[in-house]
């Protein structure tokens, strides 16, 4: 029998994966970058590196490991690999916690300014 806080087993297991496959993925702010960057369409390595501002060798890494993570497709042409984004989803999740990460700021923002305010006021 579970107890209201026990977490179900599997949900734990899913947490886990999340947190070792796509949250890592998502742990690098070039990654995200190269996200965005898909968001408009499939680009070259060499177009990425420019989004990025970041040598072939290091774009090629951040590539690797969103590909391992399932993040983004690559079909070849020629010479060049053509990524694109696997799961726009991930973009919309992304935009999610940047609005909450604004609420959060702005949230502080108004502690800060309450604080700052009854400071104001107790010295005056």
Do not use: W
């Not at 990460?101 to 006021?121: C, F, K, P, Q, V």
């Amino acid at each position: 029998m579970h107890t209201a806080n026990a977490l179900d087993p599997y949900l734990r297991q899913e947490l886990d994966e999340l947190v070792s496959g796509i949250c890592k993925a998502l742990n690098d702010s070039k990654r995200l970058t190269i996200l965005y960057a898909l968001r408009s369409g499939p680009h070259t390595v060499s177009e990425l590196c420019e989004v990025i501002d970041a040598p072939q060798s290091n774009t090629s890494q951040h590539l690797a490991i969103l590909r391992d993570r399932g993040l983004v497709n690559t079909v070849r042409q020629g010479n060049n690999v053509i990524y694109s984004l696997r799961h726009p989803k991930v973009i919309e999740a992304v935009d999610f916690l940047r609005e909450v990460m604004a609420d959060e700021i702005a949230r502080r923002s108004g502690l800060r300014n309450r604080h700052e305010e009854s400071a104001r006021t107790l010295s005056s």
